[in-house]
T-cell receptor, first 110, second 113 residues
């Protein structure tokens, strides 16, 4: 099983601040996905990154896939209270099973 | 397009009982996967179904089983429930096998007492 480690585990910031969460592995992934999960709901797909070095932007969210396709980061600019949630990265292993990181719980205070 | 629906949303069962959870995927999605989410273990893959056949299975005991119907709807069953089975069970659909982008339902919260 290819493991995905996410850091930090918890992040609490003030509205308007920037934040970055990380997703790291010792294994190469063909692609990585990022999801956001709010309490009482299922995860929602934010983005898929496929190419090493790829950068994707989704409004205030910037996703980067490492050159070696072993790591990824999610940067949020000028965070809003609506960005609060559990951020999960996921990638398919060699066994074609999707593995999820443990997640980063982000709290944006008003 | 309607999203993934799961029923029931909440369930309370007693140890030793069995439970069946239901999932309707997004229209046109043919692959359905099931996950267990707990605070301690996070999101763990249970199994994936495509064309009514189980294509992949996670590391769970045989008490956990599932099936998929010809309309792509899926059910999962847990027999002889244990306290540790208390979790959020999430169903996700994707367009096809090998398409890893998952579209999740709201989940079924199972509590075993």
């Amino acid at each position: 099983t290819q493991l995905l480690e996410q850091s930090p585990q918890f992040l609490s910031i003030q509205e308007g601040e920037n934040l970055t969460v990380y997703c790291n592995s010792s294994s190469v992934f063909s692609s990585l996905q990022w999801y956001r999960q709010e309490p009482g709901e299922g995860p929602v797909l934010l983005v898929t990154v496929v190419t090493g070095g790829e950068v994707k932007k989704l409004k205030r969210l910037t996703f980067q896939f490492g050159d070696a396709r072993k790591d990824s980061s999610l940067h949020i600019t000028a965070a809003q209270t609506g960005d609060t949630g559990l951020y999960l990265c996921a990638g398919p292993g060699n066994d074609y099973k999707l593995s999820f990181g443990a997640g980063t719980t982000v709290t944006v205070r008003a | 397009k309607a999203g993934v629906t799961q029923t029931p949303r909440y369930l309370i069962k007693t140890r030793g009982q069995q439970v069946t959870l239901s999932c309707s995927p997004i229209s046109g999605h043919r692959s359905v996967s099931w996950y267990q989410q707990t605070p301690g273990q996070g999101l763990q893959f249970l199994f994936e179904y495509f064309s009514e056949t189980q294509r992949n299975k996670g590391n769970f005991p045989g008490r956990f089983s599932g099936r998929q119907f010809s309309n792509s709807r899926s059910e999962m069953n847990v027999s002889t429930l244990e306290l540790g089975d208390s979790a959020l069970y999430l169903c996700a659909s994707s367009l096809a096998l090998g398409k890893y982008e998952q579209y999740f339902g709201p989940g079924t919260r199972l509590t075993v007492t």
